[in-house]
């Protein structure tokens, strides 16, 4: 079962089945991810074939992890399936 793990709190959590992987990267489920541990970040990226990316910090434990999550709300055609999913980088550690 995946979980992205950071300064020792687990902060997304679900089964291999309910994952997608892209690029290398774990796309969780949003409900798999504890919200309380996301703050909306102002930071937007654009990918040719997934489209726009919004960014959250992660706070854990009083540290904030800047642009360390990130989510396509609205994914192009080509990234349906990783329409509401989050996933991590940053030094977010995902174990398997």
Known sequence: MPKAIWNGVVIAEAPDNEVEIVEGNVYFPIQAVHQEYLQ???KITQCHWKGSANYYDVVVNG????DAAWTYRHPLDAAKKIANRIAFWRGIGIEK
């Open 40 to 42: 909306t970040s102002k």
């Open 63 to 66: 540290q904030t992890n800047r």
